[in-house]
């Protein structure tokens, strides 16, 4: 609820602060006194549009702030959070509006833009009557008033349930549809690559060892000669093993004749055939290994080639292709799976589709059956408000499916029997709309309304029984939110808890005049009320008259 509001230099008014409580609290005086100005100065700390023509002449800026206590999880608090704005329990909405005609709006002292100022005021506070701003007079929350006064919201719940549903299908269908697309569009290309590399059959590692290969084999034939002719030298006919066996045997004869002079020669010679033995078998071994059948070669170059040729032709590395190919066979088996599963998202999207159009259809079922019940309860109330020729309808039509369902929903009016119905803002005149919002807050009190209502002069043109009625009403429904009303009516401000009297005085000499705000208590009440009865003469009578309103309220 508003528990302060304070105003510097607006208009008339240089300098106020009001505590406000719960319950019903009226602001009365005279014509002119500046409750006019009051509710202007409280509509721009709630993100009304700006004018510098507010700011009290001789001053550069005047500014307006407005505190509210809020219960935990009110959905202000929410807004204020999603807007990173710290609140813990409480909200300050502060505006300055600079004689240039430039504001500044800030709530708990963090600067924000006017538009998140009357998003959130939107949340805190409604003003009925010639400052209407909201609510009940935007059609665009009419549905949520029937759904609120229906008690719909597990209907509610599964419509907006189903509608995602449908919304998660379409995107999965759409994104689907797009993919298979792009895959019918290279289909032929990947039929073609598949069975390429599908034919080609690379392993993993192949390229390198037909290189090296390769290159072995090149080299071999280079050198192959050479061996040749080294081998022929070692071990084929030219080879010195046989001459040198001869030598060694003819030592060792004579080894023992003179075993001291022949022994080292005959062990030499013996290693020398060794080792001539040991090089002709290595030369043998190099001539097998570097005799080859030269179609091998061409064998390896030619898989070699294409190969790296189906590399290049891919963009990817020799050892990718074989995983390329596995890929290439995936998107062709995703193609025809694809189709299954664009059939299937298909079926199952029409499935929900028809469990939307059914849950909807039990919503706006029960919306109408909610309409018909609210516009009995209103009905019943537009009477003692002088408003006994006026009906009032709530019509549900037909819009594009969304996650509310299909309903528009509007509230309608005829103000006298013979006239033409139509939206409530249009037909009903100011004194006439106030008196239709009342009706409407105290049947939906305890559905969407905001913690603080403002009346502004909804008794204007009425008396008696009827004020007296709108008096009742006001105060029904400040028993479930705080309400404040500007009044001209005594039955209605005899029913408040908390009174203030607005009232102007000269300041600065006589040179300029101040709105004063002045809080009456019991017997300064009596004597306010009995100014509303008799005028600006006060009279015992009208003393007694106000004595008793008082009593019975």
Not at 92 to 108: K, M, P
Not at 136 to 164: C, P, Y
Not at 333 to 355: K, T, V, Y
């Amino acid at each position: 609820m508003l528990v302060q509001l304070s105003i510097r230099d607006i208009v008339l008014i240089d300098r106020l602060d009001l505590c406000l409580d719960r319950g019903l609290t009226v602001l009365t005086g005279e014509t002119g006194a500046g409750k006019s100005i009051l509710l202007d100065a409280f509509s721009l700390a709630l993100g009304a549009r700006g004018d510098g023509a507010l700011v009290r002449q001789g001053e550069a800026q005047g500014h307006v702030s407005a505190a509210f206590e809020l219960a935990v999880g009110h959905p202000a608090l929410a807004a204020a959070k999603a807007q990173e704005i710290e609140a813990e329990g409480g909200l300050i909405l502060r505006r300055v509006q600079l004689a240039d005609g430039r504001t500044r709006a800030f709530i708990n002292d963090q600067r924000v833009t006017s538009q998140t100022l009357r998003a959130i005021a939107r949340e805190l506070v409604e003003i009925h009557g010639q400052h209407d701003d909201r609510a009940m007079v935007n059609s665009s929350m009419h549905r949520q008033l029937i759904d609120a006064f229906g008690g719909l919201s597990l209907e509610l719940a599964a419509t907006r349930a189903a509608h995602a549903r449908v919304r998660e299908l379409r995107a999965e269908s759409a994104a689907e549809q797009a993919r298979i697309e792009k895959v019918r569009a290279d289909a032929d290309y990947l039929r073609h690559a598949f069975a390429e590399l599908d034919k080609l059959v690379a392993e993993p590692g192949e390229e390198e060892a037909l290189a090296v290969r390769r290159s072995a084999m090149m080299q071999a034939e280079k050198v192959a000669g050479e061996l040749r002719d080294v081998y022929e030298s070692v071990a084929g006919e030219s080879s010195p093993l046989p001459a040198l066996s001869a030598a060694l045997r003819r030592l060792e004869r004579r080894q023992t004749q003179a075993p001291g002079l022949i022994a080292p020669a005959a062990q030499a010679l013996d290693a020398a055939l060794s080792a001539l033995d040991l090089a002709g078998q290595a030369l043998d071994q190099a001539l097998r290994d570097a005799d080859f059948d030269p179609r091998e070669l061409e064998q390896v170059e030619e898989r070699l080639f294409a190969l790296r040729a189906a590399s290049r032709k891919y963009a990817v590395p020799a050892d990718a292709l074989p995983e390329l190919a596995e890929k290439f066979a995936r998107d062709l088996a995703d193609l025809d799976a694809g189709e299954a599963m664009l059939l299937q998202l298909a079926r199952a999207l029409e499935a929900a589709e028809a469990d939307y159009a059914a849950k909807a259809g039990i919503l706006s079922q029960a919306r109408k059956k909610a309409a018909a019940a609210l516009d009995a309860s209103v009905n019943a109330e537009l009477p003692p408000l002088k408003l006994e020729g006026a009906r009032f309808s709530t019509q549900i039509g037909v819009e594009a499916a969304g996650p509310d369902g299909f309903d528009q929903v509007e509230f309608w009016v005829q103000t006298n029997p013979g006239t033409r119905p139509g939206p409530l803002m249009k037909i009903a005149s100011g004194g006439e709309l106030a008196r239709f919002m009342l009706a409407l807050k105290v049947v939906l009190a305890d559905q969407g309304s905001a913690p603080t209502l403002v009346f502004d002069e909804i008794d204007t043109g009425v008396g008696g029984a009827v004020a007296d009625a709108i008096g009742q009403r006001l105060a029904r429904l400040a028993s479930r939110v705080q309400v404040l009303a500007v009044t001209h009516a005594p039955q209605v401000a005899a029913r408040a808890e908390g009174h203030f009297r607005i009232a102007k005085d000269a300041t600065d000499q006589g040179s300029r005049v101040a709105t004063r705000v002045i809080v009456l208590e019991q017997a300064a009440r009596r004597e306010e009320i009995a100014r509303m009865l008799a005028g600006a003469i006060i009279t015992d009578e009208a003393r007694a008259a106000a004595a008793r309103l008082l009593a019975g309220a």
